[in-house]
């Protein structure tokens, strides 16, 4: 099995920055990817980021320019930075990782491992 755990999140002004980081444990070399969603109250859950192992990395169009996905291998970590944080970014963030090779990483049913979540609210 897979644990991901998820930290970083907070609360920060429009304009500001925020780190986010999921450490991955278990049996990880079962995942072949890692992506981050998230969700507002009301909302649906919504595709951040995901990232092959291999490094092919994609961005949900709401983020692009703002946000980086990135990852530690050494450390099992894979990290979200986000930037030019906005008040429309405030949500639940995931982690996720999927054991996929033909994965469409922007699904985030076609993952199947999760975090618990970690809170980013984001003031204007």
């Known amino acids: 099995q897979v644990q991901l755990v998820e930290s970083g999140g907070g609360l920060v002004q429009a304009g500001g920055s925020l780190r986010l980081s999921c450490a991955a444990s278990?049996?990880?070399?079962?995942?072949?990817?890692m992506g981050w969603f998230r969700q507002a109250p009301g909302k649906e859950r919504e595709f951040v980021a995901a990232?092959?192992?291999?490094?092919?990395?994609y961005y949900g169009d709401s983020v692009k320019g703002r946000f980086t996905i990135s990852r530690d291998n050494a450390k099992n970590t894979v990290y979200l930075q986000m930037n030019s944080l906005l008040p429309e970014d405030t949500a639940i963030y995931y982690c996720a990782g999927t054991r996929g090779t033909r994965t469409n990483l922007l699904a985030w049913d076609e993952y199947q491992y999760w975090g618990q979540g970690t809170q980013v609210t984001v003031s204007a």
């Open positions: 990232r092959w192992n291999s490094g092919s990395a």
């Open positions: 278990g049996r990880t070399f079962n995942i072949y990817a």
